[in-house]
């Protein structure tokens, strides 16, 4: 079955602490994104990647890092710098970042808290 | 950045009713989009829109791009329990894509 897992689905981090989301996909998708969901706004996004090696900064990448050392991978770490990290991590992939395939296709998310 | 408006905020329905629901931005958008979230989980791709004042169907989903391409329309006829959940629209404009708020759907049997 072809599809995005992330995980964990829940985590928890203490003041200070680096914590790192997992996202892989096995869609063979060429791009892939991180989204910020908190409740009653839309998605946000963090960053994004299109192609391994390389990411973009989305909307609000502060306190945030990506690495695409892999087309299935793409890790999020939320740093201690990040000082609201308490959200729903929605990790999505797509087959180009091209005109006329937008279509995501999103993991089930990580609920993030703060000890 | 482009800002969507989406309502209404959550809706409360008896089972077998029709819902509709709405976008709209002060810019425009060359795609449209319509996802739904379970609690939980990822939202799903039900529906995407592609030209202006295009009409697309999915079982008892019908979505609308608006003709000034700064809305769209999302309608649910018949609802059951299992259309609850939290519909997103989301617009594209070349490779820039923006979420709405999320409208809540309670469905009571």
């Known amino acids: 079955d072809g599809g995005i897992t992330q995980s964990p689905k829940y985590l928890f981090r203490k003041e200070g602490q680096n914590v790192t989301l997992s996202c892989e996909q096995n869609?063979?998708?060429?791009?892939m994104y991180w989204y910020r969901q908190d409740p009653g706004q839309g998605l946000r996004l963090i960053y994004y990647?299109?192609?391994?090696?390389?990411?973009q900064k989305g909307d609000i990448a502060e306190g945030y890092s990506v690495s695409r050392e892999k087309k299935e991978s793409f890790p999020l770490t939320v740093t201690s710098a990040q000082k609201n990290p308490t959200a729903f991590y929605l990790c999505?992939?797509?087959?180009?970042?091209?005109?006329?395939?937008?279509?995501?296709?999103f993991g089930s998310g990580t609920q993030l808290s703060v000890l | 950045g482009q800002q969507l408006n989406q309502s209404p905020q959550s809706m409360f329905i008896q089972e077998g009713e029709d819902v509709s629901m709405n976008c709209t931005s002060s810019?425009?958008?060359?795609?449209w989009l319509w996802y739904k979230q379970d609690p939980g989980e990822g939202p799903v791709l039900l529906i995407a829109?592609?030209?202006?004042?295009e009409l697309t169907s999915n079982g008892r989903l019908t979505a609308q791009f608006g003709i000034t391409r700064k809305d769209s329309f999302l309608n649910i006829s018949a609802s059951i329990p299992s259309d609850v959940g939290i519909y997103f629209c989301?617009?594209?404009?070349?490779?820039?894509?923006?979420f709405g708020a999320g409208t809540r759907l309670t469905v009571k049997p």
């Open positions: 990647s299109q192609i391994v090696n390389d990411f």
């Open positions: 810019s425009i958008f060359n795609t």
């Open positions: 989301a617009g594209r404009f070349n490779n820039d894509m923006r």
């Open positions: 869609l063979n998708h060429d791009a």
């Open positions: 829109l592609y030209k202006a004042g």
């Open positions: 999505a992939s797509s087959a180009s970042t091209g005109v006329g395939n937008e279509k995501l296709f």
